[in-house]
């Protein structure tokens, strides 16, 4: 499957690295389908609905996004008068551990068990701002339609390959439809409190997307140049010619990044937003030998994402400040 993870997927594949790199402070933005394969999810996690509790001013809301326990079930938090439940908190961190252990740490050995606290504590935080996010969006009159939550799975099962393979990721993990589509719907109202947090943030960043060629002689790549100029497609010189193994396979392509986060050489990126549409430029020397560049799409402004993102964290980070959070696990030393 190529579509994106869940957002909570995402966070949790995050966590896995700050376990993995020493917690060295990472972003995950993006991971594909298949990318947590390995993690086993309880189906017992994917029952029922219920809706945030609502501020004293806000409309009744229903959001189909979060999942409340049973009268009898134990709880692992309560944010703002939200059950957060202990067995929900338990597969996470389940999840969480199956990842580090899938990433080639032990998680018996002393050094992830030193840490299991810390451990613990990010999980349930990210439980927590899913609860946030969803006692936002009452307050801010967000709502998902139901329409929207099934546009959106739609999407993505088309995007993954279609519903035979999205069946087999579904069985793979061990999630169900309904867990999809729950988490489906969190993404959704995400994005829309987002949206009205974030709407008068008017910053850009310019984006261009570009394809690359790396040979080891600057006559290789002049050859390279006269089977482009003979009309061979750039991708399919790049699979036969580039000995960058990481963009070979791929013809060569850089993907979309923005200025000064090329994950090419600094004049790979240079040429590619000086380049026009389809335009090939080079060769230029950059480690390794000689590169040349086709700009597949030129350079554009568009909305700073990661700066709306961000904005919105601290948002959040504000109300998480004056929420009243009760904590009923172990999670170490808990900073309200």
């Given at each position: ?48 609905h ?12 229903q ?24 067995a ?21 050995s002393?050094?992830i ?135 070979r396979?791929?013809?060569?392509d ?28 080079g ?30 964290q ?23």
């Amino acid at each position: 499957m190529s579509k994106l993870l869940s957002s909570r997927g995402c966070r949790i594949a995050g966590l896995v690295l700050l376990a993995l790199l020493s917690l060295v402070p990472l972003r995950l933005l993006a991971l594909p389908y298949g990318a947590l394969d390995w993690v086993e999810y309880d189906p017992s996690y994917h029952h029922g609905h219920s809706c945030p509790v609502a501020s004293p001013t806000a409309p009744a809301l229903q959001i189909p996004c979060a999942e409340l326990p049973g009268p009898e079930d134990p709880l692992a938090a309560v944010v703002n008068g939200q059950e957060i439940g202990r067995a929900a908190f338990d597969r996470e961190m389940e999840q969480f551990l199956l990842a580090v252990q899938a990433g080639g740490a032990d998680v018996a050995s002393p050094e992830i068990q030193d840490r299991l606290p810390e451990f613990r504590r990010q999980v349930l935080e990210l439980l927590i701002e899913d609860v946030l996010v969803q006692q936002a969006a009452v307050e801010l009159g967000i709502g998902v339609a139901e329409e929207s939550i099934e546009a959106q799975v739609a999407a993505q099962v088309e995007g993954g390959g279609g519903l035979e393979l999205f069946q087999a990721y579904l069985e793979q993990t061990g999630q169900s439809a309904e867990e999809f589509r729950r988490e489906t719907c969190q993404e959704l109202l995400r994005a829309q409190v987002q949206a009205a947090v974030t709407g008068t943030f008017t910053g850009t960043v310019e984006v261009v997307q570009a394809r690359q060629i790396v040979v080891p002689s600057q006559e290789q790549a002049v050859q390279a140049l006269a089977r482009l100029a003979s009309g061979e497609p750039f991708d399919e010189v790049a699979r036969a010619v580039s000995r960058d193994g990481a963009t070979r396979e791929q013809g060569g392509d850089l993907g979309r990044f923005a200025r000064g986060e090329s994950p090419a050489a600094p004049q790979v990126e240079a040429l590619a937003f000086a380049g026009r549409r389809g335009e090939v430029q080079g060769p230029v020397e950059v480690s390794g030998g000689y590169a040349l560049v086709q700009t597949v799409a030129p350079a554009e402004e568009v909305p700073d994402v990661e700066g709306q993102a961000f904005l919105l964290q601290q948002w959040l980070e504000d109300r998480r400040q004056t929420a009243e959070i009760e904590v009923f696990v172990d999670v170490g030393d808990w900073n309200q």
